[in-house]
Nanobody, 123 residues
Framework: QVQLVESGGGLVQAGGSLRLSCAAS?????????MGWFRQAPGKDREFVAV???????TYADSVKGRFTISRDNAKNTVYLQMNSLKPEDTAVYFC????????????????WGQGTQVTVSS
């Protein structure tokens, strides 16, 4: 069991940057988790953003590649999402997710979720 708490969302102008954080707590060693970021805009399905595994392998959605960077600090039990060159279409609630079984870009493979943090990008 792991609890996830996101922070760092807010309102930013197009072209700006934000860094999201996701702090994990629980009995299991954080480094054992595959950590993912997903987002959900109003009226749309939850979509994959980025994933990082225990050896720091990463995968990104095409829509954010080259602009977003996922990283983790196992000593702090935290995963980050650095978001640069933000666009209005990046506006969404961003969720942190964890699983111990599979390196996946599918939300259905993650069994632990945070409550989400709102990111709004104005044009």
């Amino acid at each position: 069991q792991v609890q996830l708490v996101e922070s760092g969302g807010g309102l930013v102008q197009a072209g700006g940057s934000l860094r999201l954080s996701c702090a994990a707590s629980g009995r299991r060693t954080f480094s054992n988790y595959v950590m993912g970021w997903f987002r959900q805009a109003p009226g749309k399905d939850r979509e994959f953003v980025a994933v990082i595994n225990w050896s720091d392998s990463t995968t990104y959605a095409d829509s954010v590649k080259g602009r977003f960077t996922i990283s983790r600090d196992n000593a702090k039990n935290t995963v980050y999402l650095q978001m640069n060159s933000l666009k209005p279409e990046d506006t969404a609630v961003y969720f942190c997710a964890a699983n111990t079984r599979i390196y996946s870009t599918y939300a259905r493979d993650y069994n632990y979720w945070g409550q989400g943090t709102q990111v709004t990008v104005s044009s």
